[in-house]
Structure formats: structure tokens, C-alpha cells
């Protein structure tokens, strides 16, 4: 009788075990996937928040121009001589903003 009871808890921790390759699954998919994506979004939002007049910008759509104004949700760029265009914040590209405003290296 006490070798049948030792054998069904036995089996009860290897249910358990069977979960174990689920978990670290989700695990995996979150420092691979969600937590890297999380911190984009931070970033992004962070320097729309930034944004001045003066500050070079490259939209989503490709258009490079200078900020003329900035409102609560939108900003005014001025892509040619009197040419200006009003965008949303949000369609500020982050990556092509920041390699537009760094100074030029030396290539040897």
C-alpha cells in the first residue's frame, strides 16, 4: 500500500515536469521578443517628447526637413525654402533622425 501511494505522487511531479519546456518557452519569448520591443517603444517616445525647433528629422515616409514649430501632437517641417509640411509626432523616424543628426566620421 505505501509503494502504490509513493508511486502516485511519483507521477503527480512529473506532470509538473511536462510544463517545465512550456515555461521556458514563454520565457524565452519574452526576453527575446516582447522585452527588446518594449524598449523601442520607450525610446521612441522619448525622443519625440524632445523634439525642438532646429532638430533635423527624417519621417517614416523618407522626407528629411527641419523643425519649424513644434504643437502637442504635431510638428511643422520645413523640407525646402518656404516649403513646409505638418506631420503627426509618431511618423518621426527614430533610427533615421539619429543617423541624420551624428557628426560625420573619418573614414580611413
Known sequence: MISTILLQAGNGLAAYGQFLPLVLIIVVFYFFMIRPQVKKQKDQKKYVEELKKGDKVV?????????????????????????????????????????????ATAKV
Not at 522626407?63 to 509640411?85: A, Q, R, S, Y
Open 59 to 103: 519621417t517614416s515616409a523618407g522626407i528629411h526637413g527641419k523643425i519649424v514649430d513644434v504643437g502637442d501632437t504635431t510638428i511643422l517641417v520645413e523640407v525646402d525654402n518656404n516649403v513646409k509640411i505638418r506631420f503627426d509626432k509618431g511618423s518621426i523616424s527614430l533610427e533615421a533622425s539619429r543617423l541624420l543628426n551624428q557628426p
